[in-house]
């Protein structure tokens, strides 16, 4: 569900001196909004940085105009850490240079949008498919710079009715579904295995697990302690929850491109 963009998310006492825009009289598609956003987060990319690719339809501009870049030579030195096998192949076709968090352990920036995004920057990404290697490479780095655009925005997680994403083991998957379902009762949660929308078969993630997608009809109340419990359930290897990680969130919008940062 498409929220209204609520202008009180950004305080002006956090916004850079250049963090807002003048509105366009133009009407803006969700994908311009999205190209926006990626852009302005590019400028936090200097030369001889390590950078974090991240996955889905927002960081996919962010990547095209890294590429763009450094084709032009105004950025040099460029080390990229794909989220994805999809932006390993994106990043491979753009000519950037590509490594691993083996190689690379910590991280100068990371770059990735994200599905929900509350008033205290608390995120729920994986509806692309690859909140697994997200948060082991974002929690890597120095730096987060989340980019969405205003339908992201949400007044709670779990507050758009959308899914939620689970990475669970496929071994006895249903065991674990019902037990996902069963942690969140009271708010009412419906739990969903994820299918591929072309064979109907259970969506394989990058790491070759399953996706449960939980979607709740109340407030999970205590994200934290949410996240926690999710992980002791025998099965659950990561969940969507992106808890006090973000360091910048750039939100691309009617009123123009307004930039958030980490009290």
């Not at 498409?2 to 994908?31: C, K, M, R, W």
């Not at 037990?179 to 295995?193: G, H, N, P, R, Y």
């Not at 969940?239 to 973000?246: I, R, T």
Request: glycine residues 8%; proline residues 4%.
């Amino acid at each position: 569900m498409a929220l209204a963009y609520d202008p009180h998310f950004i305080g002006s006492e956090n916004l850079d001196d250049d963090a807002a825009t003048s509105p366009s009289p133009l009407v803006l598609t969700q994908d311009e909004l999205k190209k926006i956003a990626a852009y302005k987060a590019v400028e936090f990319v200097t030369s001889g940085m390590v950078v974090g690719l991240g996955t889905g339809s927002t960081s996919k501009h962010a990547v095209d105009r890294l590429g763009e870049l450094l084709r032009q030579g105004v950025l040099t030195d460029i080390v990229g850490i794909p989220t994805s096998k999809r932006t390993h192949e994106q990043a491979l076709s753009l000519d950037i240079p590509l490594s691993d968090i083996e190689t690379h352990p910590v991280l100068d920036l990371a770059i990735d949008g994200a599905d929900e995004v509350d008033p205290e920057m608390n995120l729920v990404k994986g509806r692309g498919g690859s909140l697994l290697r997200e948060k082991m490479i974002e929690c890597a780095s120095k730096k987060f710079v989340v980019i969405v655009d205003e339908s992201k925005l949400v007044d709670y997680i779990g507050g758009s009715g959308l899914a939620m994403p689970v990475e669970i083991v496929p071994f006895c998957w249903k065991f674990t579904l019902h037990m996902l379902q069963s942690l969140f009762q009271e708010a009412d949660c419906v739990a969903k295995l994820r299918t591929s929308s072309e064979t109907g078969e259970p969506y394989v993630t990058d790491n070759s697990n399953y996706i449960i997608d939980l979607y709740f009809k109340k407030n999970i109340g205590d994200l934290k302690a949410a996240g926690d419990a999710m992980l002791r359930l025998p099965g659950v290897v990561e969940h969507g929850l992106f808890l006090g990680m973000a360091t910048t969130v750039i939100v691309a919008g009617k009123l123009g491109v307004t930039v958030k940062n980490k009290s």
